[in-house]
């Protein structure tokens, strides 16, 4: 089950990874804004995941319960998704990527506040490692892409994303285990989709669909489908399996999955930085999930 739980969080990460750039093509002629495709994020996942509930478990949901699923559509959904995408359309790829490194931190901080977990050495020594790790990845490309209009925006948005998404981990670790993955991401991604709706319809009116390529089109879908949906079935898997601690740590493997796709285009080389970087991700992963074990 462990075993599982690390798969799928690979597998989360490795969709995620290729979100920055993805996105950052599908924004760049202005056609597809970033409020229209996280809108397209939310209400297209939240159409999948319904569809997908007809097929399994049907759950009743009482009113509290929904009440902390839309707290959960908020934290985990909303304002993480949502801010990752304005942000990185305001900033460069790659100083998002280094942003999402803090994301464990903010985790490990939040742990010790409202659960008291304790910050052991070896869990703060393992974070520091995939942080340096995945920083020095991320300097070490040379395809990480132009900086957007408002950098420190942008910057401040990925953040943003990361605090909310680190909140949502620690509050919510032992509400995950009440419902089925299908029910708690039908519920999440419906308020979700519902919060954001009102403020998107305006630009999904005024959009020229005419103007919307075949690459456009393709980049879109893969935000929604692997970007979001698939990526989001397989975080869920590992949240319930694994702690949150261990969840955020693999936040690290997006920088080597965006290096790796800019080696096979031929947009990056690999160099010893790179080895040495990698290394610093896998220890300090070894190093959390041996620490958390203890625990």
Same mark, same amino acid.
């Given at each position: 089950?462990?075993?599982?739980?690390? +798969?799928?969080?690979?597998? *989360?990460?490795?969709?995620?990874?290729?979100?920055? %750039?993805?996105?950052? +093509?599908?924004?760049?002629?202005?056609?597809?804004? @970033?409020?229209?495709?996280?809108?397209?994020?939310?209400?297209?996942?939240?159409?999948?995941?319904?569809?997908?509930?007809?097929?399994?478990?049907?759950?009743?949901? %009482?009113?509290?319960?929904?009440?902390? +699923?839309?707290?959960?559509?908020?934290? #985990?959904?909303?304002?993480?998704?949502?801010?990752?995408?304005?942000?990185?359309?305001?900033?460069?790829?790659?100083? *998002?990527?280094?942003?999402?490194?803090?994301? @464990?931190?903010?985790?490990?901080?939040?742990? /010790?506040?409202?659960? /008291?977990? %304790?910050?052991?050495?070896?869990?703060?020594?393992?974070?520091?490692?995939?942080?340096?790790?995945?920083?020095?990845?991320?300097?070490?490309?040379?395809?990480?892409?132009?900086?957007?209009?408002?950098?420190?925006?942008?910057?401040?948005?990925?953040?943003?994303?990361?605090?909310?998404?680190?909140?949502?981990?620690?509050?919510?670790?032992?509400?995950?285990?009440?419902?089925?993955?299908?029910?708690?991401?039908?519920?999440?991604?419906?308020? *979700?989709?519902?919060?954001? $709706? %009102?403020?998107?319809?305006?630009?999904?009116?005024? =959009?020229?669909?005419?103007?919307?390529?075949?690459?456009?089109?393709? #980049?879109?879908?893969?935000?929604?489908?692997?970007?979001?949906?698939? $990526?989001?079935?397989?975080? =869920?898997?590992?949240?319930?399996?694994?702690?949150?601690?261990?969840?955020?740590?693999?936040?690290?493997?997006?920088?080597?999955?965006?290096?790796?796709?800019?080696?096979? +285009?031929?947009?990056?080389?690999?160099? *010893?930085?790179?080895?040495?970087?990698?290394?610093?991700?896998? $220890?300090?992963?070894?190093?959390?999930?041996?620490?958390? /074990?203890?625990?």
């Amino acid at each position: 089950m462990k075993l599982k739980g690390h +798969l799928s969080l690979l597998g *989360a990460n490795a969709c995620w990874g290729l979100m920055a %750039p993805v996105a950052k +093509l599908v924004m760049a002629a202005g056609v597809i804004t @970033p409020l229209i495709l996280a809108d397209f994020r939310m209400l297209g996942a939240a159409a999948l995941f319904w569809i997908l509930s007809f097929f399994g478990k049907q759950e009743r949901v %009482p009113w509290p319960d929904l009440l902390r +699923l839309a707290g959960a559509g908020m934290l #985990g959904i909303l304002f993480n998704q949502g801010c990752y995408i304005f942000g990185v359309g305001y900033t460069s790829p790659g100083e *998002a990527s280094i942003i999402t490194t803090t994301m @464990p931190m903010w985790v490990m901080l939040l742990a /010790r506040i409202i659960w /008291r977990t %304790p910050i052991t050495p070896l869990k703060a020594l393992g974070i520091a490692l995939g942080a340096a790790g995945a920083v020095m990845l991320v300097y070490s490309s040379t395809g990480s892409g132009e900086r957007g209009g408002n950098p420190v925006v942008g910057d401040l948005l990925v953040l943003t994303a990361q605090l909310s998404y680190a909140l949502y981990l620690t509050l919510y670790k032992n509400f995950l285990q009440k419902y089925t993955l299908v029910t708690m991401m039908k519920w999440m991604f419906t308020f *979700a989709a519902l919060a954001i $709706a %009102p403020f998107a319809m305006s630009s999904l009116a005024a =959009m020229e669909w005419s103007l919307v390529t075949p690459a456009m089109a393709a #980049g879109a879908a893969y935000v929604v489908v692997f970007g979001t949906f698939v $990526a989001y079935i397989f975080m =869920m898997t590992g949240q319930k399996l694994l702690p949150p601690t261990v969840v955020g740590i693999y936040n690290y493997f997006q920088p080597i999955v965006a290096s790796c796709v800019g080696l096979w +285009l031929g947009l990056d080389v690999f160099t *010893a930085t790179k080895a040495f970087a990698v290394l610093f991700i896998f $220890a300090g992963v070894y190093l959390v999930t041996t620490a958390t /074990r203890k625990n």
